[in-house]
């Protein structure tokens, strides 16, 4: 099984802030990784796949990147809506999701 | 719009059945792969089970190989999932989610998400 490990749990920033997310895998999956956005009681929200393709609809300030088993989820100016909870995602061999890293307001 | 809209969740004592039911509209149903994925109150997801396009492949997650069957009729655009021998671990929300790659495998990134089935496995 392939274990997907995120870093930080959770991070807090301020509106405005640069913030980067990483996700690292127990094996390669090439570019087979997406990148999800959760708020308290609503299902997950595609923002991410194929490890940098932005999802049809989601602010062109979330970007992703990298291939193998290293990849980062970047939001370059922190909007008040993007405070939630985003997880990875392989898709390479079955599914598996990073715990999840909370993104919260300082 | 394309819209999923799972049902069948409940209280139910452990070593009990359940089945879960997925309708889906506003796309070709039998063009996807379909899954559940699971997420425990205050936890993180967990992908359980998927299906291809027309039921001739399926996979679980080791968590609940040989208690849970994932089944799909594509007449109805609608998505199963039987679980059988149901424990306390397996309480959580249930969503049902669909491939996103459009090649009729289960493979791929989930889009969308329905907003979930709670399942709560209790004595």
């Known amino acids: 099984d392939i274990q997907m490990t995120q870093s930080p749990s959770t991070l807090s920033a301020f509106v405005g802030d640069r913030v980067t997310i990483t996700c690292r895998a127990s094996?390669?999956?090439?570019?087979?990784l997406a990148w999800y956005q959760q708020k308290p009681g609503k299902a997950p929200k595609l923002l991410i796949y194929?490890?940098?393709n932005l999802e049809s609809g989601v602010p062109s300030r979330f970007s992703g990147s990298g291939s193998g088993t290293e990849f980062t989820l970047t939001i370059s100016s922190l909007q008040p809506d993007d405070f939630a909870t985003y997880y990875c995602?392989?898709?390479?061999?079955?599914?598996?999701f990073g715990q999840g890293t909370k993104l919260q307001i300082k | 719009e394309v819209q999923l809209v799972e049902s069948g969740g409940g209280v139910v004592r452990p070593g009990g059945s359940l089945r879960l039911s997925c309708v889906a509209s506003?796309?070709?149903?039998?063009?996807?792969?379909m899954s559940w994925v699971r997420q425990a109150p205050g936890k993180g997801l967990e992908w359980v089970s998927g299906?291809?396009?027309?039921?001739?492949?399926?996979g679980y997650a080791d968590s609940v190989k040989g208690r849970f069957t994932i089944s799909r009729d594509n007449a109805k655009n609608s998505l199963y999932l039987q679980m059988n021998s149901l424990r306390a671990e397996d309480t959580a929300f249930y969503h049902c989610?669909?491939?996103?790659?459009?090649?009729?495998?289960?493979?791929?990134?989930?889009?969308?998400w329905g907003q979930g089935t709670l399942v709560t496995v209790s004595s």
């Open positions: 506003g796309f070709t149903f039998d063009d996807y792969g």
């Open positions: 194929k490890a940098s």
């Open positions: 299906i291809n396009w027309n039921g001739g492949s399926t």
């Open positions: 995602q392989q898709y390479y061999s079955y599914h598996s």
């Open positions: 094996q390669t999956i090439s570019s087979w």
């Open positions: 989610t669909r491939a996103g790659l459009g090649t009729g495998n289960y493979l791929g990134w989930f889009d969308p």
